[in-house]
């Protein structure tokens, strides 16, 4: 924090950054299908395969249901630009961008809930059976992982004293070796929520469609080229946001602090190692793990919520104390 | 009180202490009876360290007996046993059905708000080191309980049974630096006479009602099906 630097430095390192989130999205998402690949012995796509997708779908006429409503069409566009705006709160090669001081942890939780509101209302505006089945399972999941991720931003807000992602992330970074439960639960629960939340395994399966166990595909199933573009995109940036938090948050060394070139340069270094890492460690979970029943949702993020609170609960009786 | 004011010993014994109470959680969460006696095993594993850990922060060496004790009883002994009279009565991977299994974690997390309610003027009064802890064992006692009362398998209510007494355990040790010697090996006895006892009335239970589920034993059946 030494040096404090222009504002319009800082706001052009902030759309930077921003541009990097979503322009990385992707490579994430055909980083984490590429070793996914070659864990399970088949031929792997290349890196850039998703980039190649969304640049199909980008060239395709849309086709859409004759009694789509406005709601229909505006929904990609709303969803996406959410999820931009999450990403800029979110820090990713440096902490203490203007982005990250105007929006807290609290804002992007409801990033999220707005994207997913208006996905859900997408979905059942054609009237499909398929569309009003996964908006009813989404909400679901919604319901119950929203509550847990919550507990798990609020007991990171009572160690850090802030619900400020960047003072939250400078505070683990400063604070040295201390041993947390708290901490340690926070991140289990914050992982299971990501888990359900960016649909992997075991709570749903990206890679299927598969109409009775679908969950997120079975709302995007009437998009199409562009608007399908987007979407899937903003699934890429919504895995991204929830990797670098957690990498970010739990392991925070490497983050730049300060706007030099040196500094930022390990940043990214740092990131998209720290980003490679834990894709490795979700496919491993992903191929490790089979997909539970849906009716057994509740209970998986149930523990999640445990966790959370647990997590709260240690830091108020174990930590603080009386 | 600051925690990164205190030693790492200091922080590992509440780190532990804090898995102490996380395992109690596991074990209210899984059905099935395998990982459940692993669970229990895990938690005898970590309560030895944390009696290891009270003895390297508070300097008492005799505690160190106390851990070795644990460790053998209660993270080897029992839950071989346990593993023992599952395999031969074969119930190895049974799944019982719990009645409301989130319901029943959140139960859980009331309790521990509840004895942190009820140890916070203990805290206040005491000047130990491992005072904050007492409610975390307090909640193992009640978590214990509340896993006797939520099965209807023998087995989980006798490993219901042994966490109580593993919380009981804790909770001497953190609150008062452990029991005098003798009584704690006649308790550590007591124990393990049970378990042998609890391994006979298995096959009892087993042999006159043909099931593990204690429900049943609220039935007559006097006139013959």
């Known amino acids: 924090m030494s040096a404090v630097p222009e504002p319009a430095v800082a706001w052009l390192l902030a759309a930077v950054q921003t541009l990097l989130f979503i322009a990385a999205a992707p490579l994430l998402a055909g980083w984490v299908k590429r070793v996914k690949c070659h864990m399970q012995n088949r031929a792997a796509p290349a890196l850039i395969q998703p980039y190649r997708d969304l640049a199909k779908l980008f060239g395709k006429d849309v086709v859409m249901a004759e009694n789509a409503s406005w709601l229909f069409r505006a929904t990609p566009y709303v969803v996406f630009g959410a999820f931009v705006l999450a990403a800029a709160v979110v820090p990713l090669v440096a902490a203490h961008l203007p982005t990250a001081a105007i929006a807290d942890m609290i804002v992007l939780v409801g990033f999220f809930a707005l994207a997913r509101f208006f996905l859900a209302l997408a979905a059942m505006d054609i009237g499909t059976a398929f569309g009003g089945m996964g908006a009813s399972r989404e909400m679901t999941i919604a319901s119950l992982a929203e509550p847990a991720m919550l507990m798990a931003v609020f007991t990171l807000a009572m160690i850090a004293a802030t619900t400020n992602l960047s003072v939250v992330i400078e505070h683990n970074l400063h604070a040295g070796l201390v041993l947390r439960p708290s901490l340690l639960f926070a991140l289990l629960a914050l992982a299971m929520v990501a888990v359900a939340e960016t649909g992997r395994i075991p709570v749903d399966n990206p890679a299927t469609h598969l109409e009775l166990t679908m969950i997120h595909e079975a709302m995007i199933l009437e998009y199409s080229a562009r608007h399908l573009a987007l979407i899937e995109w903003a699934s890429q940036i919504k895995l991204m946001i929830y990797a670098a938090l957690i990498a970010n948050i739990f392991w925070p060394w490497g983050i730049a602090e300060e706007f030099t070139v040196a500094a930022l340069a390990l940043g990214t270094v740092a990131i998209s190692a720290k980003l490679a890492l834990l894709a490795i460690v979700l496919v491993v979970w992903e191929t490790v793990m089979a997909k539970m029943r849906l009716f057994r949702v509740p209970q998986f993020l149930g523990f999640a919520f445990l966790l959370a609170l647990l997590g709260m609960l240690t830091h108020v009786i174990l930590e603080t104390g009386a | ?225």
């Not at chain 2, 319901?103 to 003027?121: D, E, H, K, R």
């Not at chain 2, 006649?186 to 593990?212: E, Y």
Request: hydrophobic letters at 60%.
């Open chain 2, 1 to 225: 009180m600051n925690l990164a004011q205190l030693t790492l010993y200091h922080q590992a014994l509440l780190f532990a202490a804090a898995l102490v109470l996380f395992t109690s959680f596991i074990m209210l969460a899984t059905a099935r009876i395998q990982p459940l006696i692993y669970a229990f095993a895990w938690q005898g594993t970590l309560l030895a360290v944390v009696t290891a850990l009270v003895a390297l922060v508070s300097d008492h060496p005799h505690l160190y007996i106390s851990a070795l004790l644990t460790f053998g009883l209660k993270a080897l002994l029992i839950p071989w046993m346990l593993h023992r009279l599952a395999l031969r009565l074969n119930i190895m991977h049974e799944i019982e059905q719990i009645a409301h299994p989130s319901i029943m974690l959140m139960a859980g997390a009331v309790l521990v708000i509840f004895s942190y309610y009820v140890a916070t003027p203990i805290v206040h009064l005491s000047t130990l080191v491992t005072r904050n802890t007492i409610a975390v064992s307090m909640a193992v006692v009640l978590l214990g309980m509340l896993l006797m009362v939520s099965r209807r398998k023998a087995v989980a209510q006798v490993i219901g049974f042994m966490s109580i007494e593993n919380g009981l355990f804790f909770a001497a040790v953190v609150a008062t630096y452990g029991m005098p010697m003798i009584v704690e090996i006649g308790i550590a006895f007591d124990v393990l006479v049970a378990m042998v006892l609890f391994g006979v009335f298995f096959f009892q239970i087993r042999a006159s009602i043909d099931s593990l589920d204690v429900d049943r034993l609220n039935r007559l059946s006097e006139k013959g099906e």
